[in-house]
C-alpha cells in the first residue's frame, strides 16, 4: 500500500513539474475564452481561442487543454511566436488532441493560455478559461 501511495504521489509531481516554467512575481492575469466549432470537436483542429490583457514584452504564448472529468487524458496544445494579436485562430495548436467525451456524457475542459519571456522561461501572464463539451 505504501509503495503504491509513493508511486502515485511521485507520478503527479513529475505531471506537474513537466513543462513548467517559474512565474514572475509581476505576472499579469490573461482573459481568455474560446468556443468549439463544427471543425474543432472531437479533431485534432484547435478552436479559436480569445486572449486579452497581453503583457506587451510577450513573446510566446503556450497553450494547454485539460479533461478536467478524465485529468490523465493529455489534450495538448502547443507554443507559438506571439504576433500582437488577441486573436489564436482555429487550427493553430499543432500538438492538439479536441474534446470528444463519450455520447451521452458532457466534460468540462480547461484552457490556459501562458505569455513567456523572450527566452521562454518565465511565465509572464497567464489565464483560463472553462466549458463544457458532449457529443
Known sequence: MLRMICFIACSILAFVGCNSSPVSDQASTLAVDFGWTEKSGCSSISPPIKVTDIPEETKYLKVTMADLDMPTYDHGGGEFTYNGTSTITEG??????GPCPPPGTEHTYEITVQALSADKKLVIGRGKAIKKFSK
Open 92 to 97: 493553430t495548436l499543432e500538438a492538439y488532441s
